[in-house]
């Protein structure tokens, strides 16, 4: 079984830095992509920040300039470095990566990590 495990959470303050980690371990293929989402109370599930195979990434409107989404292919590890960090940014974030596994055949799918809280506070 494919498991994803995120890291590095905790409380910090406006205009702070934190990076995240999340590590994919397991009957891995390969991975095709891995990234970040981030839910607030009460608010929908939003995409963050995502890095694919070839190191292409994509970032929230929100994040740009500000966080930044790196890999380590050898580890299966995503970063996610957070800085100038604002009380918006509070949430829970998850790790999502794409991974192809023998059972399926080379066709990637989604996993999940159990999330990590994130508290932006003076």
């Known amino acids: 079984q494919v498991h994803v495990v995120e890291s590095g959470g905790g409380l910090v303050q406006p205009e702070g830095s934190l990076t995240l980690s999340c590590s994919a371990s397991g009957g891995i293929f390969s991975v095709h992509y891995m990234g970040w989402y981030r839910q607030a109370p009460g608010k929908q599930r939003e995409l963050v920040a995502m890095?694919?195979?070839?190191?292409?990434?994509d970032y929230a409107d929100s994040v740009k300039g500000r966080f930044t989404v790196s890999r380590d292919d050898a580890k299966n590890t995503v970063y996610l470095q957070m800085s100038n960090m604002k009380p918006e940014d509070t949430a829970v974030y998850y790790c999502?990566?794409?991974?192809?596994?023998?059972?399926?055949?080379?066709?990637?799918?989604?996993?999940w990590g159990q999330g990590t809280q994130v508290t932006v506070s003076s």
């Open positions: 890095i694919n195979y070839s190191g292409r990434t």
């Open positions: 999502n990566a794409a991974i192809s596994t023998p059972q399926s055949r080379g066709v990637p799918r989604a996993f």
